[in-house]
């Protein structure tokens, strides 16, 4: 479960955001704060149940974070051959890249990555 609030999915970005643990929300905060800043122009919005930025209208959402109990996550892993090396060591299964919550976000791999998906 998100969040102690409720048993309920998330219906919306603000909603979801609420439902991030307390633990992970500055770290969350900090992520999502970072997508915006380089996506100044994407849709925020609920899709997979995490939130998503859609820089076309109408399209599917380029990138995606969420917030958990333990870490926070950006969605897909870009195939860039010239970030490959750089995000394996945050790469979890096949499309995420992994941050605890006691070590700091890595904002320059993170603006690279970022900026890669949203161009895609």
């Known amino acids: 479960m998100r969040s102690t609030e409720s048993s309920e999915a998330p219906t919306t970005v603000d ?17 999502r704060s970072l997508v915006r800043d380089l996506l100044p122009d994407a849709e925020e919005c609920l899709t997979y149940g995490i939130v998503g930025y859609r820089t076309i209208p109408g399209k599917r959402a380029r990138v ?12 897909p892993v870009p195939h860039s051959d010239a970030l490959a090396g750089e995000v394996a060591p945050y790469a979890r299964g096949k499309g995420t890249l992994w941050f605890g ?11 690279r990555v970022v900026a890669e998906l949203g161009a895609a």
Request: proline share 12%; aromatic share 12%; hydrophobic share 40%.
């Open 15 to 31: 909603e979801y955001v609420a439902s991030v643990p307390p633990a992970a929300r500055p770290r969350f905060d900090e992520l």
């Open 64 to 75: 995606f974070v969420s917030g958990w109990k333990d870490h926070v996550a950006l969605y």
């Open 101 to 111: 919550l006691d070590d700091p976000l890595p904002t320059d791999l993170l603006r």
